[in-house]
T-cell receptor
């Protein structure tokens, strides 16, 4: 079974600085997707960014980018120019792809990293 | 569009009581999911429904049953609630054509079992 590990329970960063959240995963599949979800105090789960395993190019969404190291099974999230609104729990998640038999699979989540933004 | 809606938002039960958590989506999605989130943990999959008429167990199905009532609605039932089922429950939905393969989540139901 696949596992997702987030080794940083909490991170703190100054506003406008850059922070990197770590995630490692374990899978024997070749086709899969990786995600970062944000959960603010409202509890709403919000998709931040997504990476397809077969794509070598790292995904980028505005101030958010990932460093996807497939061989090392590492998927870190970089937040540039941190803003107060970025304060939240961040969850790394994995899902098998269709070609690995995971067409409608649910997500496997890590335990999360609590990101604090210092003004 | 309301997206994914869940009822109730909060519930307190006594051990042994039963209840059903309701979930509905208005995005015409094929697949629906139930997760639970415990303190200090990520979400864990309880059950999912790949399409109308099908349901499958996830990582933590014991003590739960589900019904995919139609394409819009997917309910989660606790037949005999236990304190270990105290959690926040999230429903989610998606479709193969969803941009970024995104699962859309409801606001959650906070359940306390005394």
């Amino acid at each position: 079974a696949q596992t997702v590990t987030q080794s940083q329970p909490e991170m703190s960063v100054q506003e406008a600085e850059t922070v990197t959240l770590s995630c490692t995963y374990d899978t024997s599949e070749s086709d899969y997707y990786l995600f970062w979800y944000k959960q603010p105090p409202s509890r709403q789960m919000i998709l931040v960014i997504r990476q397809e395993a077969y794509k070598q190019q790292n995904a980028t969404e505005n101030r958010f980018s990932v460093n996807f190291q497939k061989a090392a099974k590492s998927f870190s999230l970089k937040i540039s120019d941190s803003q107060l609104g970025d304060a939240a729990m961040y969850f790394c998640a994995y899902r098998r792809g269709m070609y690995s038999g995971g067409g409608a699979d649910g997500l496997t989540f890590g335990k999360g990293t609590h990101l604090i933004i210092q003004p | 569009n309301a997206g994914v809606t869940q009822t109730p938002k909060f519930q307190v039960l006594k051990t042994g009581q039963s209840m059903t958590l309701q979930c509905a989506q208005d995005m015409n999605h094929n697949s629906m999911y139930w997760y639970r989130q415990d303190p200090g943990m990520g979400l864990r999959l309880i059950y999912y429904s790949a399409s109308e008429g099908t349901t499958d167990k996830g990582e933590v199905p014991n003590g739960y049953n589900v019904s995919r009532l139609n394409k819009r609605e997917f309910s989660l039932r606790l037949e005999s609630a236990a304190p270990s089922q105290t959690s926040v429950y999230f429903c989610a939905s998606t479709t193969r054509r969803a941009r970024r393969d995104e699962q859309f989540f409801g606001p959650g139901t906070r359940l306390t079992v005394l």
